[in-house]
């Protein structure tokens, strides 16, 4: 039921207004003046008011607007009761918050019909206020449930980032050092390095189509398939009659392939780069499956891209790989770098390219192991004008003779 306030400082004028409203359901409340009025609305939830304009003390005016200043998530119908009549009166009773206006003597029928109207706006208002209510109930709810899965990805991010168990090896031969960084909390690259037998290592890095969790998760299942350092654990040892030998790199993307066609039921597919490294004379044996061109820089800065290209692992049933074969110098290095750099964008959207990541490697070229990369990111960042990259981040270095 609707609770209504009639505030006038004459009884027989309270009377007559609270006669038009019996029959109609309301509960009506009396106030002889508007400080009694305004005291009353802060006990009470008043839906409409009917205040006369001239009171003595607070005038309808002045109540009018002491009323819209309580503190309150309910809206309060008022209706002016007054005899004045002209434009400027009305202007000021609507600038302090008055919804309408009813001329004396009152007339029923009027009187009636203003209320049915501020019943109405009550109405969609009340109505309004519920939805909100619901829209901030969800709401809430939604922040509750997105701090929870922001947690989760928080961990999810520390789960992946442990997969790299070390960012930085270093054997009597040369130097491994890796870094990851993910667009989001959790990305879908992934670099490594492990044991293939005595003296020889196996580098690579992977890009998983897409980003976020689903990324994440395959990304984790390849990985697996390259961190052990037994011919069950991984699908680049096979052993031989002298114990665990790599097998042809061209055979560990086409095996990767096949897994993932016919294991993993997923729409996602990856690139790959891997590189077999025997330390000990420099030689490599190398496939590239969709990844971005493997780097060698040389001793005097300049670069050197190797591969054809090839295609990722994981889409085509028929598709086939071809390794190939370097060599790296004392003081050359190895780099396998995912297309987040070579497709950083800078802030007029231009790629960074291999032109532009050449460059940086020649000016990085005195640096080795973590601080260059480091220095990478950092200066990835200011070709960006920022460290929020659009794309996964990462690089796999093998430095010969460091």
Known sequence: MRHVLIVDDSRAQRMIVEAGLRGHGFIVHHADCGAKALELCSRQNIDLVL???MMPGMTGIEFCRALRALPSDRYVYFILLTSKSDKGAVAEGLDVGADDFLTKPLDQGELRARINAGERVLAMERALRGNN?????TLD???TLYAALDRDLVEARNLQQSLLRER?????EGEVSLILRSSGHVGGDMVGFFEVSPGVTGLYGIDVSGHGVTSALLTARLYGLLSGATPDQNIAVTMGPDGPVGRPPAEVAAAMNRLMLSEIQTERYATLAYAEINRTNGHIRMVQAGHPYPVIQHRDGSISLLGEGGLPVGLLDEATYTGFETRLEPGERLLILSDGITECPNPDGVELGQEGLAEILRNLGDLTG??????????LARWHGSEDFPDDMSCAVYEYGA
């Open 133 to 137: 209510a619901l829209l901030s109930e």
């Open 168 to 172: 930085f090896h270093r054997y009597e």
């Open 370 to 379: 973590t601080r260059l990369l480091d220095a990478l990111m950092w200066e």
């Open 51 to 53: 205040s006369d304009w």
């Open 141 to 143: 709810r939604l922040r």
